[in-house]
T-cell receptor, first 118, second 115 residues
């Protein structure tokens, strides 16, 4: 299957700093990528839909100025957590589907990023 | 609105016994249904999906799932559980819309297979 690479896998940062998480589709192009947040022992919460060459679409309750999403190419989307606070500590996961495929195709997920804000 | 329910937070099964992880869904129309597995500190791995056709879908690692339209269920099953199957399992649904429609996940069920 297609591979989605997410980097870094684990990051610790100080409160008030910013952290960038990268999501790359390695062997396919993806006009759309999705960013999820997963709290301990809970499901994945969709944060935003990242669209190549245009603004991301954020889910209700997600601060777009805090979670900056950039999808500059067909293989790369980035999520930047700005002015991080301890409550932003979480597991962040990106996913993508092969460009041009219908909604019956499965999504491929990155390995996730464990963010700890101290 | 779409929703997925996984009624069990935890399922325990002895190695070699059959396992079932339950999932029910609520959508308007006919959905696409998926099962994913997540190992600790990892992303999700695709197991299987139901699109159309046979109600019994076979997937990776010996898993299968049965689509039941009347009961709006899509339970995950395996005839003989392995200790290595211990993980977090997510059922997901997607509307039959455009390719940009995101998945909606259930809360997950933790499977523990005991040797």
């Amino acid at each position: 299957g297609a591979v989605v690479s997410q980097h870094p896998s684990r990051v610790i940062c100080k409160s008030g700093t910013s952290v960038k998480i990268e999501c790359r589709s390695l062997d396919f192009q993806a006009t759309t990528m999705f960013w999820y947040r997963q709290f301990p022992k809970q499901s994945l919460m969709l944060m935003a839909t990242s669209n190549e060459g245009s603004k991301a679409t954020y889910e209700q309750g997600v601060e777009k100025d805090k979670f900056l999403i950039n999808h500059a190419s067909l293989t790369l989307s980035t999520l930047t957590v700005t002015s991080a606070h301890p409550e932003d500590s979480s597991f962040y996961i990106c996913s993508a589907r092969v460009q041009g495929k219908g909604s019956d195709t499965e999504a491929f997920f990155g390995q996730g990023t464990r963010l700890t804000v101290v | 609105a779409q929703s997925v329910a996984q009624p069990e937070d935890q399922v325990n099964v002895a190695e070699g016994n059959p396992l079932t992880v339950k999932c029910t869904y609520s959508v308007s129309g006919n959905p696409y249904l998926f099962w994913y597995v997540q190992y600790p500190n990892r992303g999700l791995q695709f197991l299987l999906k139901y699109i159309t056709g046979d109600n019994l879908v076979k997937g990776s690692y010996g898993f299968e799932a049965e689509f039941n339209k009347s009961q709006t269920s899509f339970h995950l099953k395996k005839p003989s559980a392995l200790v290595s199957d211990s993980a977090l399992y997510f059922c997901a649904v997607r509307d039959r819309g455009s390719g940009n429609t995101p998945l909606v996940f259930g809360k997950g069920t933790r499977l523990s297979v005991i040797a």
